[in-house]
């Protein structure tokens, strides 16, 4: 009995050995993903933050934070509104209302376009992508948002806008 009690506990231990030898590859790999996810977050240049369901920044590449103006802990945790962007743009429309609108129905808003606001006070034309991410429960939990700047495409529009309009 002892020498068979002994043979099932060799072979339970060889089975916890590869286990571990599995898991830690498996936790190898996942370092390696959240390495080369990290690396290609923060070297991108494109606007990536993530606000939770209150609007509040809960992360900011560096690519952001530069072109917004803000260090990372000036803008974490602060609200999207007064920071990056303005309560109202400057043709009047509710930014307040569309935050808390994309809050409610992410989806709506999985591509828009609208004036944000950077530290200096300068407006800019920022096209966003945003995607819902859920907790566990499948509750909304935060936004990833993705933007570019179009600042420049903008003006340019509004100035041939323009130039048409005094030709006509």
Known sequence: RVEQRTA?????????EREMVQRRQAEEALRQSEVKYRHL?????SIILEMNTS?????????????????????LGH????????????TGK????????IVHHPTKYAHNENENMCRNGERVWIVWTNQP????????????????NRT??????????????EQV
């Open 8 to 16: 099932e506990l060799l072979k339970a231990n060889v089975l916890l």
């Open 55 to 75: 609007g509040n920044v809960t992360f900011v590449n560096k690519f952001s934070q530069e072109f917004f103006g803000y260090g990372e802990a000036e803008i």
């Open 152 to 165: 420049e495409q903008k003006r340019t529009e509004e100035t041939l806008a323009q130039q048409t309009k």
């Open 94 to 101: 509710d930014l307040e209302a569309m935050i808390e609108d």
């Open 41 to 45: 977050v923060e070297n991108a240049n």
């Open 133 to 148: 991410l859920y907790d566990e429960e499948g509750h909304l939990s935060k936004i990833l948002c993705i933007g570019i």
């Open 79 to 90: 609200n999207v509104i007064g920071t990056i962007f303005p309560s109202r743009d400057s």
